[in-house]
């Protein structure tokens, strides 16, 4: 097909494009770090010079070398994942370059304050661009590759619904293979380019290379016989089990030699108690820092809802939290006196509003809120107290929801999940729609986080949390 012909140039460009991004952050971070040290720092050593051949070249070269070793499909892979892939490459590259100063005996003249700055800004320069690099070329649909789906139920159209979200994440999906049954919401959207029998004659009309097999309405043993026959054809094969609702950020793969066996090792992260203690230590350090802000901000709104409904400026609601032990879960007064009868009389007089809140546990129209409540609330500064919760251990940064007693069923057999860690202050439920969020979605939501977690998870959540509390989506 003269589409897919056409499209086959740009695949083997994509690693040359991150090569010179990243080796242009790098120069840039270089000669960023070099004009602090020289110019802007009282410290500036007359010695200190960088030959063109180290900073264009041999230091480049280095962090490049750790760069592309590490995740380079910058376009599939979480920005979380890409940070915590980059962090490490540019740590190893700093060791590298240390360890080459003092074997080189070089340590005198080079600037170590050097060194641990181009570290610095590299790794902030490199994630920025590959972010920008990676949101152009999905929103502008470039350098795609050509791929074939082989099966059309319900697993293929909800991975098609992902891609589609993230702007195909370098994809370009050419039409699909059906199994039976096709999911309604699949039909339409892409061709039928034949059915099961007529798979190795598509593949060879097509000439695509790169094949995602979700063929899960079949049997075991039908799909690896469908693997199987399109090996021969193609480069890359990529086989999507039904196992939605796993883990799989943290799922290893192993395989047994002898006997052909797949094994997947599903982790934990939040079961192991040093990730827990990792985990303390990054709250207090960030909570700590935070109160010079919090505290001029908690003075200025104490003042603005004493004046709006004058009363008490601070309430502490019950929750459930590590351990499924209640604790105060402090926030700034939003509602009126007498809420909790307010409500009642409301919940009895409208039907509707009955239902949301049995469903949701909350109230798009919540009769309660103050006009200083409702502003908080919008931009979530009404959480701000809970800073104090974080500093006590009662709360973390991130986590799951803060949930009630009588929220306790909705999370079934996944409330051991959520007694794992302390509740948090933002997570996925508040960075992926919020409230608009249905009750199962935001249960699924903090489980993959409890199994999943990372402290680079955490710095992507917080750094999301003020995007989306500047949007106001999703809050009421």
């Known amino acids: 097909m003269k589409e897919i012909q056409n499209m086959r140039w740009g695949y083997p460009w994509q690693p040359l494009l991150l090569m010179a991004v990243d080796w242009l952050m790098i120069v840039g971070a270089e000669e960023l770090a070099y004009a602090l040290r020289q110019s802007w720092l009282p410290i500036a050593n007359p010695q200190f010079h960088i030959p063109g051949f180290y900073l264009y070249l041999l230091v480049p070269a280095i962090f490049l070398a750790f760069l592309q070793s590490s995740n380079t499909k910058i376009r599939r892979f979480p920005t979380w ?3 915590q892939s980059v962090f490490r490459a540019v740590f190893f590259s700093i060791l590298t370059i240390t360890l080459l100063m003092y074997f080189g005996k070089v340590g005198a003249v080079v600037s170590r ?7 610095v800004f590299a790794f902030v320069f490199v994630i920025g661009a590959r972010f920008l690099l990676r949101e152009f070329l999905n929103r502008k649909h470039i350098m795609e590759i050509p791929v074939l789906f082989v099966g059309a139920g319900e697993t293929a159209a909800e991975l098609v619904t992902t891609l589609e979200a993230q702007g195909g994440c370098g994809m370009k999906i050419i039409g699909f293979v059906a199994d039976t049954p096709i999911a309604a919401r699949f039909k339409g959207r892409y061709r039928l380019l034949g059915h099961m029998e007529h798979l190795e004659r598509v593949l060879h009309m097509t000439g695509v290379q790169h094949v995602i097999v979700t063929a899960t309405s079949l049997p075991a043993a039908e799909q690896v016989h469908i693997i199987n026959r399109i090996q021969p054809y193609v480069k890359n094969v990529i086989f999507v ?3 939605l609702g796993a883990p799989v950020s943290n799922m290893d793969i192993d395989g047994l030699l002898d006997n052909s066996l797949m094994l ?11 990730n827990r203690a990792i985990k303390r230590v990054f709250d207090l350090i960030l909570s700590l820092a935070g109160l010079v802000i919090v505290i001029p901000i908690t003075v200025v709104i104490a003042l603005l809802i004493h004046l709006d409904n004058p009363g008490p400026i601070f309430f502490a609601h019950r929750r459930i939290g590590q351990g499924g032990r209640e604790f105060p879960c402090y926030k700034f007064r939003t509602m009126i006196p007498d809420a909790e009868n307010v409500l009642k009389d409301y919940l009895a007089a409208h039907p509707e509003a009955r239902e ?13 809120i103050t006009h200083i409540g409702a502003f908080l609330r919008k931009t979530s500064l009404d959480e701000l107290p809970q800073v104090f919760n974080v500093i006590k251990g009662d709360m973390s940064l991130v986590g799951p929801r803060p949930i009630i007693a009588a929220e306790i069923p909705k999370y079934g057999e996944y409330f051991a999940d959520f007694c794992l860690v302390p509740p948090g202050i933002t997570g996925m439920w508040q960075v992926n729609g919020r409230s608009d969020t249905t009750y199962e979605e935001r249960v699924q939501m903090d489980t993959w986080y409890v199994r999943n977690w990372s402290v680079w998870i955490d710095i992507i959540y917080l750094i999301k949390t003020v995007t989306v509390v500047l949007a106001r989506k999703g809050a009421y």
């Not at 304050?113 to 570290?119: D, H, I, N, R």
């Not at 982790?267 to 108690?273: D, E, F, G, V």
Request: glycine letters at 2%.
């Open 81 to 83: 994942k890409m940070a």
């Open 113 to 119: 304050l050097f060194v641990a700055m181009t570290g």
């Open 241 to 243: 089990p039904d196992l």
């Open 264 to 274: 997947l090792r599903f982790r934990n992260n939040l079961a192991h108690w040093y």
């Open 356 to 368: 949301e809140w049995e469903r949701d546990f909350k109230l798009k129209h919540d009769p309660r």
